[in-house]
Structures are given as structure tokens and as C-alpha cells.
């Protein structure tokens, strides 16, 4: 397979054409492309409305992408924060700086129209490529990589409709495995903490293979055994305290986490509240990290291929770019690591 820049298409919108759809200037797109802290932010909004929806970039920075490569892939997601995008893109640039590609990162903060924003000024500046998270994004997106021939690849994930490029692994499969792990030692009553799931496909497989798991056996997982948390172990920690609060006879005997800093703060909120680990409550994450393999007890989680997602990512990209054969989809594979953080209930 092979990706060419796409000429430039009959009737592409101008700077007049997004001054006309706004009601303001040209002089005023301008000022609001490069200069936006000068233009107040209702005018600030409708310009850049109108960007979206003309799909509109500057044509002197349009007209040097389509001629020419800069040897700079981005990488867009959603925060550094997560300690396991960090080792995906350190993957994606190892194997890049060995081609003789550069790195450009950013993050867009779970806000899908961020990410439009951002990769559109990356489009500006040259960058030849893109690596995404996930499945979930903005339609414009497509659109505007299509419009200036920009190869892209999903990661994280596998999309199961073939519309996009893509290299992850099976996250509801994974989470199922691990409730079915669960279930066999003989725990009915498992509840769920989670990232939020609008925008984020990877929870919301992961909820969806815990569900999936209970539905085998005929069970179901209620709306007061699911906790919501941002990534992080306080958020978390509080989230775990909600489901702790529940009446003992509704309250989970077993958490599945959707990743390992879930996980961890789920433990500590076990700690804090005097509940034996694994013998009152077992917890599952998902990730096999470092923080839940030095627990006490250590974590059950599952091994995720970040780093070999990175790899595979740079190595289809550059394939694309320099017009060799590519596998567009790869679904890589995962494993369970059993450790002390599940047992029979007590």
C-alpha cells in the first residue's frame, strides 16, 4: 500500500471565504490565526467555527506541505501524565531517530477538539505524520489528514470496522479475562472503577469486557458497584472509598481497575480502611506497571504491549511515507500476570 500527498482540490476554501462565514475581515482570520490572545473571544470562536467547517489552512503553509517532507512525525495524546503514553512514544522515537524522523509531541488533554486544533497547526508547520490514541475522535480529523494527504495510524486500540489504520490490543478481551479470573475464584459481587468513558474508547472496552465476563455467568454489574476517577492514585484512592461505602451486603468482594493507578489507590484505600488484602477484597489492574508489581501484595494485572505499539507505529508510518508495504491493522497480544492481590472471598 502505498500513501502520496494528495493534490491540492478545486474550490479549497481561502482566508476571504473564512472571513465571509464569520462575518469579520481578513484582516481579522489573520490577527486570530497568529496572533488569538488580540481578538476577543467571541470573535475568537466564530473564526475558528469557520476554520472547522471549511476544513481551512493557510495556503502558503498548505502549498509547502503538499511539496515537500520535513521528516517530522507527531505524536497527539492525551496527557504525559499517564507514565504508559510517555513509553509508547519513546518507543515511537527510538525507531524514528534510527530512520533519520523526528519527534514532535503534544497533548490534547482528553478534549477531542483540542486535538483537532493542535494537529491542524502541526499540519502548518510541516509535520509529515501522525500517531493518535485511541479510536475516538473528531470526523474533522480524517477529513483534514485526507485533505493534505497526512498518514496517520490509531494506537492503543484496534478498530474492528477497518476504517483506519490501527495497532493495539484487545482492551475488552483483556478485562474480561481477568473478571472471568475473578468469577472462577468464586466472586459474584465485582464492581469496576474506571476513566470516564465519553471520548475514551479504551474504558470504555474495558468496562464493556467486565460486563461481558458477568454476562456469561448470568450476572450483572449494577450502577452503584462502577466509580469514576481521573488518572491519578488520590483520584482514585477516593473513588475506591465511594465503593467501600457501600452496605456490606451490596459492597464488591473484588475490583476490577482499567488500569494500575487505579489499582494502587483502590489498594490504598483498602489499607486506610482496614481491609485485608486479598482476603477481604481482591483488586485487578490493567498495564502490569512497576507501581503494581512492588505492592504488598502485588498486583494482578495485565501486560499490555506499549512499547511494541511504538515500535510497530513508527515502523508503518515510515513504510507509508516512503511508499513500502505496511500492515495496516495489527492487533498485538497481551497476557495475564498473576500476583497476591486476588483470592477466594473471605
Same mark, same amino acid.
Given at each position: ?29 489573520? /490577527? ?19 476554520? &472547522? ?9 498548505? /502549498? ?5 517532507? &520535513? ?15 510517555? +513509553? ?28 483537532? +486544533? ?26 483534514? =489528514? ?28 483483556? &478485562?474480561?479475562? =481477568? ?26 472496552? +474495558?468496562?464493556?469486557?467486565? /460486563?461481558?465476563? =458477568? ?9 452503584? +458497584? ?11 484512592? =477516593? ?31 483498602? /489499607? ?23 505492592? &504488598? ?50
Amino acid at each position: 500500500m502505498e500513501d502520496k500527498p494528495q493534490a491540492a482540490k478545486v474550490g479549497r476554501a481561502n482566508a476571504s471565504d473564512v472571513a465571509r462565514l464569520a462575518g469579520v475581515s481578513s484582516a481579522t482570520v489573520s /490577527r486570530t490565526l497568529n496572533q488569538p490572545e488580540q481578538v476577543d473571544p467571541e470573535t475568537r470562536a466564530r473564526v475558528q467555527q469557520a476554520v &472547522t467547517k471549511l476544513r481551512y489552512l493557510p495556503h502558503g503553509a498548505a /502549498r509547502s506541505l503538499r511539496s515537500h517532507r &520535513t521528516r517530522m512525525i507527531g505524536a497527539v495524546v492525551p496527557s504525559f501524565d499517564y507514565a504508559l503514553y510517555a +513509553r509508547t512514544t519513546s518507543a515511537l522515537q527510538r525507531r524514528l531517530d534510527a530512520s533519520g524522523y523526528s519527534l514532535v509531541l503534544a497533548e490534547h488533554h482528553y478534549d477531542l477538539a483540542a486535538e483537532l +486544533r493542535i494537529t491542524g497547526q502541526l499540519v502548518q508547520h510541516g509535520v509529515d505524520a501522525f500517531m493518535f490514541v485511541g479510536l475516538d475522535h473528531e470526523p474533522a480529523l480524517f477529513s483534514m =489528514l485526507e485533505d493534505y494527504g497526512r498518514p496517520y495510524v490509531l494506537t492503543w486500540g484496534v478498530d474492528s470496522g477497518r476504517q483506519h489504520p490501527s495497532i493495539g490490543f484487545d482492551n475488552r478481551r483483556a &478485562t474480561c479475562e =481477568l473478571t472471568r479470573h475473578l468469577l472462577a475464584l468464586g466472586h459474584r459481587r465485582i464492581g469496576l472503577l474506571s476513566a470516564a468513558v465519553e471520548g475514551n474508547d479504551r474504558a470504555r472496552e +474495558r468496562g464493556a469486557g467486565v /460486563r461481558d465476563a =458477568l454476562a456469561e455467568v448470568g450476572l450483572e454489574l449494577p450502577a452503584e +458497584r462502577v466509580a469514576y476517577s481521573t488518572i491519578a492514585l488520590d483520584s482514585a484512592r =477516593l473513588a475506591m472509598a465511594r465503593l467501600l461505602a457501600l452496605p456490606p451486603e451490596r459492597r464488591p468482594s473484588a475490583v476490577v481497575a482499567t488500569n494500575d493507578v487505579f489499582a494502587v489507590g483502590a489498594m490504598m484505600a483498602c /489499607r486506610e480502611a482496614g481491609i485485608d488484602l486479598p482476603r477481604q477484597m481482591s483488586i485487578t489492574g490493567v498495564d502490569n506497571t512497576d507501581l503494581g508489581a512492588t505492592q &504488598t501484595p502485588g498486583l494482578t494485572s495485565v501486560r499490555t504491549p506499549v512499547v511494541e505499539i511504538g515500535t510497530a507505529a513508527a515502523e508503518q508510518l515510515i513504510a507509508r511515507l516512503e511508499g513500502r508495504e505496511h500492515m495496516p491493522q495489527q492487533c498485538l497480544p497481551f497476557k495475564m500476570v498473576m500476583r497476591g492481590s486476588t483470592a477466594a472471598p473471605g
